[in-house]
């Protein structure tokens, strides 16, 4: 599946497979945002497509207390970035903060776990080295993130969409050998007078 970098960018996503209440009590239990990212065990991005972990925008939209709560996750991440390479005297904490509402809002898609995984991938330098973090070089660091995100989501569908087809053939082929011969050739003439009709309604326009 061939998709430009901006489509892929923009794919929304997975839903979270936990129940959302399951997810609350787990970060309820944990109460600092700073152990909610050491539990976050994500090693790639397939980890990702297919985790529990809710989006930045869900959990923002439940409430006051959430949103401080999301914006104290996404501050952590990102100051846990800056003490690793050494740089956190490059941003106070209003920079901080003023960094952590604009990916919230910019990009309420992302996952606890995406921002987890991008900022230890940015620790990896795997988007680059770091001389001097501003906005700039984040918001095209997390752009490259997105791109390769979304690209396993686009491949974790693929397989999900061939297996699912390749599932039905086994199962039309089982179904057939069951058949008389007899049986085989009506079906196929059903499948012929189907193919035909559609044919006619095509020339028809």
Avoid at 90 to 105: R, Y
Avoid at 170 to 196: C, F, G, H, S, Y
């Amino acid at each position: 599946m061939e998709q430009s970098l901006s489509t892929l960018a923009s794919v929304p996503a997975l839903v979270p497979a936990m129940p959302k209440p399951a997810v609350l009590d787990t970060y309820r239990r944990l109460a600092e945002p700073a152990l909610v990212l050491q539990s976050i065990q994500c090693r790639s991005y397939e980890d990702i497509v297919s985790s529990h972990h809710p989006t930045l925008g869900e959990m923002a939209e439940r409430g006051q207390n959430w949103r401080v709560f999301t914006l104290a996750f996404v501050s952590t991440a990102l100051v846990s970035y800056l003490d690793f390479v050494g740089r956190r005297n490059t941003m106070n904490d209003e920079q901080v903060a003023q960094t952590a509402a604009l990916l919230i809002d910019e990009y309420p898609q992302l996952k606890f776990d995406d921002v987890a995984f991008f900022f230890r991938q940015c620790k990896l330098a795997h988007f680059g080295t770091l001389y001097d973090l501003n906005g700039a070089v984040l918001l095209d660091w997390l752009h490259t993130f997105l791109v390769e995100r979304n690209r396993a989501y686009c491949l974790k569908c693929e397989a999900e969409e061939k297996a699912a087809c390749e599932a039905e053939d086994r199962r039309w082929d089982e179904e057939r050998a069951r058949m008389t011969d007899d049986e085989k050739a009506e079906q196929d003439k059903k499948v012929d007078d189907i193919i035909r009709r559609i044919e006619q309604q095509l020339k028809s326009k």
